[in-house]
């Protein structure tokens, strides 16, 4: 069985910028959350994915912005980079919260820079 | 308001004694909730999940559940130093979203 991949590992930025960023979901996983963890801070909820459709959002700007695919990959994009943005944005794969109660894996984990 | 609160600790407890970590949430319409492990610089590992009031128990570590009293906590029963790291608290609230809290660090003294 396959787990969480995340890439790139590490991305230095600059303010202003965009950035996207990816992740593939767990063999026989159909739903994908994203979180962005500040350090000291747990995991905050961006928004989740399923069947290529966001599935809630948790209170994060416009800027933040997702993709799902038909493969069930995803990715993350954020526009207009703040400093602020720095964090481990962390992807989770999970079945429908109707058949596992949201039960999530995480992947390794990308670490954003913005300078 | 946060809505997931945990004691940041740090919680240190001898080799072999048992660790006990805390959790309260706000949310009273939460069905489901997880402990994870967050080791530093890594990203988290579920540990357990809970979805019924009372005690669930997986080798050495216990999860506790009262929604009465919006209360989680998990028991982690001869601890080992490679228990040491940071324990995350979580409840799903509806509409897909999981809740997170700052995370308890665990010390295991050897």
């Known amino acids: 069985e396959t787990g969480v991949t995340q890439s790139p590992t590490h991305l230095i930025k600059t303010r202003g910028q965009q950035v996207t960023l990816r992740c593939s979901s767990q063999s026989g996983h159909n739903t994908v959350s994203w979180y962005q963890q500040a350090l000291g801070q747990g995991p905050q909820f961006i928004f989740q994915?399923?069947?290529?459709?966001?599935?809630g959002r948790g209170n994060f700007p416009p800027r933040f912005s997702g993709l799902q695919f038909p493969n069930y990959s995803s990715e993350l994009n954020v526009n207009a980079l703040e400093l602020d943005d720095s964090a481990l944005y962390l992807c989770a794969s999970s079945l429908p919260s109707g058949v596992s109660y949201n039960e999530q894996f995480f992947g390794p984990g990308t670490r954003l820079t913005v300078l | 308001q946060k809505e997931v609160e945990q004691n940041s600790g740090p919680l240190s407890v001898p080799e072999g004694a048992i660790a006990s970590l805390n959790c309260t949430y706000s949310?009273?319409?939460?069905?489901?909730f997880f402990w994870y492990r967050q080791y530093s610089g890594k990203s988290p590992e579920l540990i357990m999940s809970i979805y019924s009031n009372g005690d669930k128990e997986d080798g050495r570590f216990t999860a506790q559940l009262n929604k009465a009293s919006q209360y989680v906590s998990l028991l982690i029963r001869d601890s080992q130093p490679s228990d040491s790291a940071t324990y995350l608290c979580?409840?799903?609230?509806?509409?897909?979203?999981?809740?997170f809290g700052t995370g308890t660090k665990l010390q295991v003294i050897p």
């Open positions: 994915y399923y069947r290529e459709e966001e599935n």
């Open positions: 949310d009273r319409g939460s069905q489901s």
């Open positions: 979580a409840a799903e609230g509806g509409y897909q979203k999981v809740t």
